[in-house]
């Protein structure tokens, strides 16, 4: 029986042509910009944003931590969601490298307001921590996949501007909001300072992330990646299915939030709870019976379908390149009633 991993988009492969580019690559020391493969990366990733220039990271992780070094100074204050990757999901890594402190707005299905923000907004006194940045997630993974509109970015970065914060996006998945909401990724970062997607998620590639935003503020972030590590040498094997991925693999993504739909669909009917409006684009959150989730996921990987926890009763189904819609029948046949 053939195992069906709908733990994570990251656990797509390569595709043929990635592995043919990867093999083909032109290739040079970037830590010199001289990988002519890097450089093509970044500018292609810049114009589809509207922006400057480009970055290279290694992860997701490593672009909002990146970001968040070139955007604060130690001491200073982040604003994010309150279950945001960037807060829940990375180490601490913004206090225990970036040294700043968080200050979390509960959101709707991921998404908070201008108006929240504004509430939650302190001033500039003598006893606050300085507040330097607002965080969005695009789309929101806890919350489901949700999509931030433009309109709700647009508000949310005035607000953040006009108070003199910075404002990133972690768009680990940004490119399936683009494809849910038919919007152009130059429309969602118009409003802010960088935007962080990732290569290595839905758009299938094997490693890799990339930052964007202007030119003073990338040759900052070029820095703070050096300071960590993350300066590669020749990483135009890298970026060779990178651009495949911008260039090729973004209308698909609308089979996996088709097949993302019919999982969830299916899974309600099998005794699942599911907020179905939260089920926008690839992912599927769904509760189990209380406290349960364990129980659900090992019978599920008995019946040879993995999926991940994402709390005591909760459990993610994501969708990806390689499951197609027999897949998606298959599972819910092994899986069965709950
Ligand atoms: N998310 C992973 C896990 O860490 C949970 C996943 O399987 O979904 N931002 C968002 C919104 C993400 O979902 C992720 C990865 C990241 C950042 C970090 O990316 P990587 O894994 O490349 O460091």
Redesign the pocket.
Same mark, same amino acid.
């Given at each position: 029986m053939r195992t069906i991993d709908l733990? *994570?988009? !990251?656990v797509t492969l390569p595709t043929e042509e990635m592995m043919e580019a990867i093999a083909q690559a032109e290739l040079g020391d970037d830590v010199s910009r001289e990988d002519p493969t890097v450089n093509r990366l970044e500018q292609l990733a810049a114009d589809r944003f509207g922006k400057e220039a480009g970055l290279l990271v290694? *992860?997701? !992780?490593?672009?909002?931590l990146i970001s968040v070094m070139t955007h604060c100074r130690h001491g200073d204050e982040i604003y994010c969601e309150a279950e945001?990757?960037?807060y829940y999901?990375?180490v601490g890594g913004m206090s225990a490298i970036a040294g700043v402190i968080p200050r979390l707005i509960k959101g709707r299905r991921g998404v908070y307001t201008a108006e929240q923000l504004e509430a939650h907004y302190r001033g500039r006194e003598m006893h606050y921590p300085n507040p330097a940045l607002v965080a969005i997630?695009n789309?929101?993974?806890r919350a489901g996949g949700c999509c931030w509109t433009i309109k709700e970015v647009e508000e949310v970065g005035k607000a953040a501007h006009d108070r003199g914060m910075k404002v990133h996006i972690?768009g680990?998945?940004i490119f399936n909001a683009c494809v849910a909401l038919g919007a152009d990724p130059k429309d969602y970062a118009n409003s802010v300072d960088s935007v962080?997607f990732?290569l290595?998620?839905g758009l299938s590639c094997p490693v890799g992330?990339v930052i964007v935003g202007d030119k003073e503020f990338i040759d900052r972030a070029r820095k703070a990646r050096k300071i960590l590590g993350g300066g590669m040498r020749q990483a135009g094997i890298i970026a060779a299915p990178g651009i495949i991925a911008l260039e090729r693999m973004i209308p698909r993504l609308r089979e996996d939030h088709d097949n993302a739909k019919l999982l969830a669909k299916g899974l309600v009917e099998q005794g699942l709870s599911i907020d179905m409006a939260t089920v926008q684009t690839n992912?599927v959150v769904a509760e189990t019976a209380p406290n349960k989730s364990a129980d659900y996921i090992s019978k599920a990987k008995r019946s040879g379908v993995l999926c991940?926890s994402f709390g005591k009763s909760l459990v993610r189904f994501?969708t990806h390149n390689g499951i197609v819609k027999e897949d998606i029948v298959d599972v819910l046949e092994r899986l069965g009633p709950s």
């Open positions: 733990r *994570s988009d !990251t290694t *992860s997701g !992780t490593a672009g909002n945001a990757h960037i999901y990375e997630e789309t929101h993974n972690d680990a998945r962080t990732c290595s998620k992330s992912i991940s994501v």
